[in-house]
């Protein structure tokens, strides 16, 4: 190995160790500036932020408990017009198809 290709290792080497630093500081930096966020997920309804052992997707306030069942009522409510408004669609076609066969 040259001289030149050494020093390019070198400081190549030096470089990412100066970036892992430079990002701990950063990190310990803010920890002690108390900026750590705990782990959590946030109500679909709301947005405001729920703790991860928190079944449900939603918090526990009653205005989105009602909100998130008038979704579901409607998002399944859809589903089954969506359906029956195939099967009106496809019952006369499958009918033509049988008539034709015999």
Known sequence: MSRA???AKMA???A??????????KKRKKARK?????????????SIPIPLSNDSMI??????????EKK???RKR?????????GIFIIPIAIQ???ALT
């Open 59 to 68: 918090c526990d306030d009653e205005n989105c408990r009602i909100n998130q």
């Open 34 to 46: 108390g900026v750590l966020f705990e782990a959590h997920k946030h109500c679909v309804e709301c």
């Open 72 to 74: 579901e009522k409607s």
């Open 78 to 86: 859809l589903s089954i017009l969506l359906y029956v408004g195939v």
């Open 12 to 14: 190549t080497t030096t």
């Open 5 to 7: 290709e050494k020093i």
């Open 97 to 99: 198809l049988i008539g």
């Open 16 to 25: 990412g160790q100066a970036k892992q630093n430079s990002v701990a500081s």
